[in-house]
């Protein structure tokens, strides 16, 4: 049986009987256990999600994600729900089930993502799904294919219900989260020419240990590209050699530049951060380079623009570095999430956490999800999902399946909650 235990709760004393009041309520309200309970259609539906490869091409003109969107809407079909196949681009596209509600103008968006990252380097067969000591192992188990079976199930339980829910909900499962975004960008546009039915909220898979969280930081990233005259190994004498150029860029950002970020963090996701992520340069061990160049990922806050944040950036290292180095537009951003914790729908899910015995506190985090890009579009997001982000992108990735059976509780009681007053 897995331990809950509170911040000042270590020895599991104080645990215990907050536990058994919780689920004395629980069978009040009618309400599983939630323990150590395996969904045995859930596991067996991430089984089928992680056998199918969707790499994230990283750009590459190949339909990576389509054959688990294809599986996705085949799985639908068999249970009855309307899915849809749309394209993205190169081929590459999402899935989106609906379950119509009593209430057709007003629905709930329940919103994972379908591509994973690489698998080099993994120690488990990354698409032979495998269950030991409660844990299903593979790539995307929790990155986040595991958060997607548990609103697929859920939206199946749903669809077989008596009556049909409060308002209706669509199941999305997007493209090209783990790089530039496209398929919720993509699914926002659908959306918005849907002008019958208005979404009253998201709820983002993601790990999460199953936590509300209402805030994560956006990102800016780019390279700070340092030339030179190039030249013979034998003859430095003389020469500027970008490689000691962007030595001093790199120990210039961590003596001057990152510390200052520490000064005014965020209340739910801390500081900014600044980290230079990759580096290169020259064509030879007999030659000094005519480039070198470092990748920089600068983590932003809810406030920061991204562009604003590249703008003081460049302006600081041009006027320390000059002419020879230069900071390059961005080569991605991304909005940070902020919610308010007590937003009507964002509180409408604390409370279902709350009434299963869950944590309902709002968090936030440092990484970025595609929540920031549907609350940008006017829709509260709440990201939320089971397993843990430390197991995420890891080599040995997997989810705890009773963590999983959790899942498909919250989700389906989410699903079930009454639509708000228009």
Request: glycine share 10%; net charge negative.
């Amino acid at each position: 049986m897995r331990q809950h235990y509170g911040p000042d709760d270590r020895d599991g004393t104080a645990g215990t009987e907050v536990r058994g009041r919780r689920h004395d309520r629980r069978r009040r309200e009618g309400l599983r256990d939630m323990t150590d309970t395996i969904n045995p259609d859930a596991t067996a539906l991430l089984s089928d999600l992680v056998a199918v490869p969707s790499v994230n091409p990283r750009g590459a003109a190949e339909p990576a994600e389509t054959p688990v969107a294809q599986r996705i809407a085949d799985w639908c079909a068999a249970q009855g729900i309307a899915a849809e196949v749309r394209p993205v681009v190169d081929g590459r596209c999402n899935v989106v089930a609906t379950v119509p509600g009593r209430d057709p103008g007003t629905a709930v968006l329940f919103e994972s993502h379908l591509d994973t990252v690489e698998v080099e380097h993994m120690t488990t067969p990354p698409f032979t799904p495998t269950v030991r000591d409660g844990r299903l192992f593979g790539r995307g188990a929790c990155d986040a294919k595991g958060p997607l079976a548990a609103f697929l199930i859920a939206l199946r339980d749903v669809a077989r219900s008596p009556q049909p829910p409060p308002r209706t909900v669509i199941v999305a499962g997007v493209a090209d989260e783990e790089h530039e975004y496209r398929g919720v960008l993509r699914l926002l546009e659908d959306l918005e020419r849907d002008a019958t039915t208005k979404v009253s909220g998201a709820v983002v898979g993601e790990p999460t240990d199953l936590r509300a969280v209402v805030a994560h930081k956006g990102v800016m990233r780019c390279r700070i590209v340092a030339t030179g005259p190039g030249g013979h190994s034998s003859r430095p004498w003389g020469l500027d050699n970008p490689i000691e150029t962007i030595a001093r860029v790199v120990t210039f950002l961590a003596e001057e530049v990152t510390p200052s970020l520490a000064d005014a963090p965020h209340p739910l996701v801390g500081p900014a951060s600044l980290v230079p992520a990759l580096i290169g340069g020259g064509t030879g061990p007999n030659t000094v380079p005519n480039e070198c160049a470092v990748s920089l990922d600068r983590r932003t806050l809810p406030g920061e623009d991204p562009e604003q944040v590249w703008r003081e950036l460049r302006d600081r290292i041009t006027d320390r570095f000059g002419e020879d180095v230069t900071v390059e537009p961005p080569f991605l951003t991304d909005l940070a999430l902020d919610n308010d914790p007590g937003d009507r729908f964002v509180a409408g899910v604390r409370d279902v956490l709350a009434r299963v015995g869950r944590d309902a506190d709002a968090i936030g985090t440092g990484w970025g999800s595609d929540a920031s890009k549907i609350a940008a579009a006017g829709i509260p997001a709440v990201v939320l999902g089971p397993g843990s982000i430390a197991d995420a992108h890891t080599p040995d990735e997997s989810i705890d399946l009773a963590e999983l059976a959790d899942a498909v509780e919250i989700a389906r009681a989410i699903m079930l909650a009454p639509a708000p007053p228009h």
